[in-house]
């Protein structure tokens, strides 16, 4: 497993100068630390598996590397002249959203090559005309779901026979969301030497299997933050049936310029917004009955902040890459406690305080307190004024919204780092 400390800046990590220069445009001005253990590693043809807290600079820790050894092998046997629909590097990921958002992000870091490196995103939802028509004569990067890119090899419009690279983006959710069939006819489609790297948020059997099969001696990254986060965890226990309310009462109380509110179902998302828009609220809806266009077109309003409040289902808790997102709110809880983490992680990214609360009535807390073990936290129970827990909750119930009382120090005061400074600012607004 990997030690290396953070490079000053990433020209130490060897990147080429348009890519430098790139990254120099778009501000980033030191590496992350999964893109410092992981980007030379790449350079050098490396297997890799790693795992990371979500917001860490994932994209770029592959996207950056690759785009680098595309850039200097331009010129030889691998694309001069080939003819036919050729992928040289093929990046899988489980959903439309991310597909666009992983080849957008490689699209900007290779500006600065003038067109001489292609990137095509495919993936369901749309017409596969179109995603056909931009596949003629090939491409060098491919960013892919797995059911689409199928549809797209039985159709003659590529071919994966000339892979170099393979990267398996949240290789845990495409196995969750039921690809492992159709990983592994396009695993059967690929060459036996190439480069493999996994990016997983979570590290199951059926991943992990994954990886004894692909991976040929990998370099490991696993990094969980020793910093002090800058999201804050809130919970907020709130009488049966009262959740729509405290919301509403949150929202316009604290005036936030964008919220994104998790709940499970499709349903539920209208009814929600319906109930929101009673209360003065407008909210717009993102869930998967919704056309890929109709929600692209919601994405990028709520990302430009033209959408103050976003209803959505899990298709919206895994790669969504929102600047500067002030708060989550779980509605609903998740159902898998994997994805409460994947959830919240849409705010407080990159370094920005963001805010993560849940609402839980009784029917919830066991379920929270499941969440909570799974995850490793403990977070204090709380109530909003005005909103207060009916007192004749049950023994048992007020047992389990009791802060847990914590262990006794060695009586050492514990300094305070920049982002835990950074939360307290925030906090004394909230």
Wanted: aromatic share 6%; net charge positive.
């Amino acid at each position: 497993m990997t030690t290396a400390t953070t490079p000053a800046n990433f020209t130490e990590l060897g990147l080429i100068s348009p890519l430098l220069n790139r990254l120099t445009e778009l501000e980033y001005q030191q590496p992350t630390p999964i893109q410092a253990q992981v980007i030379p590693s790449v350079l050098v043809g490396r297997d890799l598996i790693a795992g990371a807290n979500t917001g860490s600079g994932k994209t770029a820790a592959f996207a950056l590397p690759i785009l680098h050894n595309l850039a200097i092998q331009k010129h030889s046997e691998r694309t001069s002249g080939s003819k036919g629909n050729y992928v040289s590097e093929l990046i899988l990921v489980p959903t439309r959203e991310l597909a666009k958002q992983v080849a957008d992000s490689i699209k900007s870091y290779s500006t600065h090559f003038n067109g001489a490196i292609k990137t095509v995103a495919v993936f369901g939802g749309v017409s596969a005309n179109t995603q056909m028509l931009a596949l003629r004569g090939g491409t060098d990067i491919l960013v892919a779901t797995p059911g689409r890119l199928l549809d797209l090899i039985s159709s003659n419009a590529i071919k994966l026979n000339k892979v170099k690279t393979l990267v398996l983006d949240e290789a845990d959710r495409m196995l969750s969301l039921g690809f492992t069939e159709e990983l592994a006819e396009l695993l059967a489609l690929l060459p036996k030497k190439k480069q493999t790297l996994l990016f997983s948020a979570t590290f199951p059997e059926q991943v992990q299997a994954l990886t004894q099969e692909l991976l040929t001696d990998p370099v490991e990254v696993q990094l969980q933050s020793t910093d002090a986060s800058t999201l804050v965890q809130r919970v907020f226990t709130v009488n049966k049936g009262e959740k729509t309310a405290v919301l509403s009462h949150l929202i316009k109380q604290h005036q936030w310029r964008q919220a994104l509110i998790f709940v499970n179902a499709k349903n539920s998302c209208e009814h929600l917004a319906d109930k929101l828009h009673k209360r003065g609220i407008n909210a717009e809806v993102f869930h998967g009955d919704k056309g890929q266009g109709a929600r692209t077109r919601v994405l990028d309003a709520f990302k430009a902040g033209e959408i103050e409040v976003l209803i959505a289902t899990d298709i919206a808790a895994r790669g969504l890459d929102i600047e500067k997102l002030p708060v989550v709110i779980n509605f609903d809880l998740p159902r898998s406690p994997s994805d409460y983490m994947h959830r919240i992680g849409r705010s407080g990214r990159a370094g920005e305080v963001g805010l993560a609360l849940s609402l839980i009535d009784y029917e919830d807390y066991h379920h929270f307190k499941v969440i909570e073990k799974k995850n490793k936290i403990r977070l204090e129970r709380e109530q909003v004024s005005g909103f207060e827990v009916d007192e004749n909750i049950t023994a048992e119930l007020l047992a389990a919204i009791k802060p847990v009382a914590k262990p006794e120090g060695t009586g050492k005061k514990k300094r305070k780092n920049k982002a835990s400074s950074k939360i307290d600012v925030w906090l004394n607004n909230f």
